[in-house]
C-alpha cells in the first residue's frame, strides 16, 4: 500500500502547474457555435513569451455505462457517419447542460437499451483528446440491471448486443472495439475485478 500511494504522490506532483509549461490565453475568437459543440480559436502566449493559436472545441461531455448480465457486457451497434462504418459501444450519449452525470448515464442506459440500473458506479473518467477538445466523459457501472423498455431518441438507430466479456476484451486487444469511452470502461472493469 505504501509504494502505491507513493506512485500516486509522483502522479498528483506530476499534474502540479508548471510556469515553464502553462500556456495564458490572451485572446478568444468565438468561431462557431452548433447544437453539440462550439469552436474557438484561442490566442495564447507560451512560457517563453512567443505567441501562438489554439483551436478548442467546446462540449459539455458525456456519460457512459458498463452493463454487465451473466458474464456478457451490454453494447450497442451503430453506424457513425464520422467514421463510416459500424462501431460497438457501451449505452452513452451527451450530458445536458447542468445535467448530473451520472442521470445521463442511467437516462441513456435506459433510452437506448430498456435495461434499469439500482445503482450506477463511477468507473472512470477521461478526456478524449484534451489537445484540442475539453470533452469529459464519466463511465459508470451499472449494479442491479433489470431489463425495462427501450425508447430511443428521434433519429437513433442502434442494436443491442451481449458479448461474452472475454471476448470484448480480446476485441479490444484485436482493434475489433475501438470506441474510447468503451475501451476505458471495460479494461477498467476488468482492472478493478468488476468483470
Known amino acids: 500500500m505504501a509504494e502505491k500511494n507513493k506512485g500516486l504522490e509522483v502522479v498528483s506532483r506530476a499534474l502540479e502547474l508548471d510556469p515553464a509549461l502553462v500556456e495564458r490565453v490572451v485572446g478568444t475568437s468565438h468561431e462557431w457555435e452548433g447544437k453539440i459543440f462550439s469552436v474557438e480559436h484561442l490566442r495564447v502566449e507560451l512560457s517563453d513569451g512567443s505567441l501562438d493559436w489554439r483551436e478548442i472545441v467546446r462540449h459539455n461531455g458525456g456519460a457512459g455505462v458498463i452493463a454487465v448480465v451473466d458474464g456478457r457486457v451490454c453494447l450497442v451497434r451503430q453506424y457513425r457517419v464520422a467514421l463510416g462504418c459500424m462501431t460497438l459501444e457501451i449505452p452513452a450519449g451527451k450530458v445536458d447542460p447542468s445535467e448530473p452525470r451520472d442521470v445521463c448515464a442511467a437516462r441513456e442506459l435506459t433510452e437506448e437499451t430498456g435495461l434499469v440500473a439500482e445503482r450506477l458506479e463511477l468507473l472512470t473518467e477521461s478526456y478524449g483528446a484534451p489537445g484540442f477538445t475539453n470533452e469529459h466523459t464519466s463511465v459508470y457501472f451499472a449494479h442491479g440491471v433489470t431489463q425495462g423498455e427501450a425508447h430511443l431518441d428521434d433519429g437513433e ?15 479490444i486487444r484485436r482493434g475489433l472495439i475501438q470506441d474510447a469511452k468503451t475501451v476505458e470502461g471495460i479494461l477498467a472493469a476488468k482492472a478493478f475485478g468488476m468483470l
Open 157 to 171: 438507430f442502434l442494436n443491442v448486443v451481449w458479448v461474452p466479456v472475454e471476448t470484448a476484451v480480446e476485441a
